[in-house]
């Protein structure tokens, strides 16, 4: 995974920078929003280049989806028909699907950086239309939202009302200065060191050094060295996504609340990229099992919600790409799930939450069980 | 008002499984460890079979669920 969006510091400094006219604007008084949207043309032209194939695909996809999502918009109001919401859904999937697909033919070039994400702002949208969520589609604010720079490439994945509300409101002085421009500026202090500092480091002294052969030994530094690798990166590109969408006046979800100290992989979830597991939380696994409980597909709620469980962790995996090694990984994640919430239901469990070691020992575990999920992702395994 | 409270905490027993829910109706179900997603949706559920209102799980945010009284609160918008 590499996410180029502020890939070097060069990168993060400048678009720092470019954040000072949104300060200034909000210090005094005015609506920080105009400036956000106009400052999106001169980074995506930054990230993606302003003549090139990635520029292209993602103006093209950007058209087609907003054709879709207004197509919708209004002919929702005149056919109230769920075969048309499915239509909707499933044409919005069609780019990502093809892209990804692409790895297999040789139009293995094609695909920009964030279409996952942008996705799925976009998949939120006309779920979100069809439950009637939303009455008034405002072009601006709605393709801003999709295409909010910050967060375009991994995330945080915000929410529609969530992203208006603070969009549309101007923060008095003080409260800006304090909640959002200090905290911002901390914050991107923090993914320097966390990107170019600790996950550097792993990077360059542990997991390059390693022999090209695969032995056990170089398999289990490997899996240790690059679960914190991916933390203190993905945590880095956090940081900077987070605080500078703060600077732009945006309060953006968190991503991650200090995973490795989970006592269970259910717990883990709720602190290992936040954004993400709550959306495939809300808009998969809830759905799944509320649908399969309304029509009765399941007999017991526990079986509704384990093979939930199985379907959105695959679902997961998958996402991430049409390769053995995610289906793998998207499989173990769903079964760790299962066998967490059979041991969480257990008599051992209530035994053993009283015991003194009861902390230290179950974060180790669960640290192990985390490794080794992240092993699979890495395709170390299937790479020889 | 009654019957909301008392629909409420059948509810919320139902989803967590467990009459301590009736003990504080102020007491964090998130912290407590007494609601997870699986419980929300069971919510949705119950809340459908009594009542016949449909909802989606992203009709209902976390904070309605947190406690109890929350979740009157939120009965009262929805009910009615």
């Known amino acids: 995974m590499i996410f180029s969006q502020y890939g070097s510091i060069f990168s993060v400094v400048m678009f720092s920078l470019l954040l000072i006219p949104a300060v200034i604007m909000n210090l005094s008084g005015k609506r920080i929003k105009y400036y956000g949207i106009l400052l999106n043309i001169p980074m995506l032209i930054f990230l993606f280049g302003l003549k090139s194939l990635q520029m292209l695909q993602f103006v093209v996809f950007i058209v087609c989806e907003f054709i879709l999502l207004y197509g919708f918009y209004y002919l929702r109001k005149k056919v109230k028909a769920n075969w048309l919401y499915y239509i909707v859904l499933a044409l919005s999937m069609v780019p990502i699907i093809v892209i990804k697909l692409c790895v297999y ?64 409101k101007v923060v008095p002085q003080n409260d800006y200065i304090e909640n959002y421009l200090m905290f911002g500026l901390g914050r991107i202090g923090k993914g320097m060191i966390y990107k170019f500092g600790l996950a550097f480091m792993i990077n360059q002294y542990v997991m390059t050094p390693l022999p090209e052969e695969h032995t056990i030994w170089s398999t289990i530094v490997y899996m240790y060295a690059y679960t914190l690798y991916l ?17 732009l006046g945006i309060k953006v979800g968190e991503n991650f609340n200090m995973p490795f100290l989970a006592h269970n992989m259910k717990e883990f979830w709720e602190r290992w990229h936040i954004s993400l597991s709550q959306w495939f939380g809300d808009y998969i696994y809830k759905r799944f099992v509320l649908n399969t409980l309304r029509n009765k597909v399941f007999k017991s709620r526990k079986t509704a919600s384990r093979v939930g469980n199985m379907v959105t962790m695959l679902v997961m995996g998958i996402w991430h790409g049409p390769y053995l090694f995610y289906i793998v990984y998207g499989l173990y994640e769903g079964a760790a799930l299962v066998v967490t919430d059979i041991y969480l239901k257990s008599k051992t469990y209530r035994k053993f939450k009283q015991m003194k070691c009861y902390d230290f020992v179950s974060r180790v575990v669960c640290f192990q069980v985390i490794a080794f999920g992240m092993l699979l992702f890495s395709g170390y395994l299937f790479s020889f | 008002m009654e019957n909301l409270k008392e629909l409420a905490l059948d509810i919320m027993e139902a989803a967590c499984e467990t ?57 009262e918008k929805k009910v009615g």
């Open chain 1, 105 to 168: 033919t040789p139009f293995n070039m094609l695909g920009f950086a964030g279409i996952s994400y942008i996705s799925f702002r976009i998949w939120q949208l006309v779920v979100e239309m069809h439950d009637e969520h939303i009455e008034e589609l405002k072009f601006l604010d709605t393709i801003y939202f999709v295409t909010f720079f910050p967060t375009l490439s991994s995330g945080p994945i915000d929410r529609y009302h969530r992203f208006l509300q603070d969009l549309n």
């Open chain 1, 231 to 247: 933390f203190f990166d993905f945590a880095g590109y956090s940081h900077f996504a987070i605080g500078t969408s703060y600077i």
């Open chain 2, 19 to 75: 009459d301590e829910v009736r003990e504080d109706l102020d007491l964090d179900l998130f912290e407590a460890g007494l609601i997870d997603s699986l419980a929300a949706v069971v919510v949705l559920v119950e809340l459908e079979e009594r009542t016949g209102i449909k909802l989606q799980p992203t009709d209902m945010e976390r904070e309605d669920i947190s406690t109890v009284n929350h979740f009157i609160d939120f009965l």
